[in-house]
């Protein structure tokens, strides 16, 4: 009976961890941690990794033109599986093992946000 209670408490907290929609602080903290290395905090492809002799220009996601280009799902594919995944840049690591879909689609908004844009539809 213990042992029942034990596991039901356990499924019940991660029913809710993993139920709980991510944040906009956590997906800020993610895009700061994962993606402003390169991309820059604003999105614009200047990043502090970013040098004279860096092999690719990052996306600029204030660029609407550009990321107007893109799905959603042309986004989350990239940041699940890398650039190579979608015949892009091989510095763009695939983050799917770190990344969860939840917090991919949080940074897909977040950068819908930074480019004002909806981006082509699937």
């Known amino acids: 009976m213990k042992?029942?209670?034990i596991i039901a408490t356990l499924a019940g907290i991660a029913c809710y961890v993993f139920a709980t929609p991510v944040s906009a602080s956590d997906t800020l903290t993610i895009y700061k941690f994962y993606c402003a290395q390169c991309h820059g905090l604003t999105g614009k492809?200047?990043?502090p990794n970013?040098?004279?002799d860096f092999p690719v220009s990052p996306r600029n996601f204030t660029d609407a033109a550009e990321m107007n280009k893109l799905s959603d799902a042309d986004m989350k594919n990239v940041?699940?599986?890398g650039g190579p995944s979608a015949?892009?840049?091989p510095m763009m690591p695939p983050w799917g093992k770190t990344i969860t879909g939840e917090?991919?689609?949080g940074l897909i908004k977040f950068l819908r946000e930074?480019?004002?844009c909806e981006g082509k539809k699937s």
């Open 87 to 89: 015949s892009k840049s």
């Open 45 to 47: 492809g200047d990043g």
């Open 103 to 105: 917090e991919a689609d």
């Open 79 to 81: 940041i699940l599986d």
């Open 50 to 52: 970013v040098t004279k």
């Open 114 to 116: 930074l480019c004002k």
């Open 3 to 5: 042992k029942t209670k």
